[in-house]
């Protein structure tokens, strides 16, 4: 195969896999954003989570995960914003609607598995589509 082909189909699939990126407008990083959603948005506890969420006029769904000291030290809250980030960028496209998510965990997420942060958050982003699909979810100022 000549290498013209191959640069051709590596530039073919990047773009098929672009859907699953984590790009920075994937992310909430303004401070206005999280304490926005603090003020306005509706949440779900979990055991182990805790969810803030709001909708957004964006277009896209974005995440920001709060791990406080509280938590374990900076490899378990590196860890477990690992693990949050990696099934948003997965299953986004799961949640009917554009949303902002704030995700924060709590002091017993360190303890989980990975199997088992997949399982809380997919309880987490059902509740929010079935939540979308009643449409009483705030409309952020975006």
Do not use: W
């Not at 530039?11 to 699953?20: M, N, W």
């Not at 374990?72 to 997965?90: P, Q, S, T």
Request: include cysteine; charged fraction near 30%.
């Amino acid at each position: 195969m000549p290498k013209e082909e191959n640069v051709y189909l590596c530039r073919k699939v990047k773009k098929g896999l672009s859907a699953f990126s984590f790009q920075k407008a994937n992310r909430i990083l303004k401070r206005s954003d999280f304490l926005r959603l603090a003020r306005d948005g509706k949440r779900i506890h979990g055991k182990h989570f805790f969810v803030t969420y709001c909708r957004n006029s964006l277009g896209n769904s974005r995440l920001g995960i709060t791990a406080s000291k509280r938590v374990g030290c900076a490899v378990v809250r590196n860890r477990i914003k690992r693990l949050v980030r990696e099934y948003f960028r997965l299953n986004r496209s799961g949640i009917d609607g554009t949303y902002d998510l704030n995700i924060i965990a709590k002091k017993g997420a360190a303890d989980l598995s990975s199997q088992e942060i997949n399982q809380t958050l997919e309880g987490f982003f059902r509740k929010i589509s079935t939540d979308s699909r009643n449409e009483d979810v705030t409309l952020g100022t975006y």
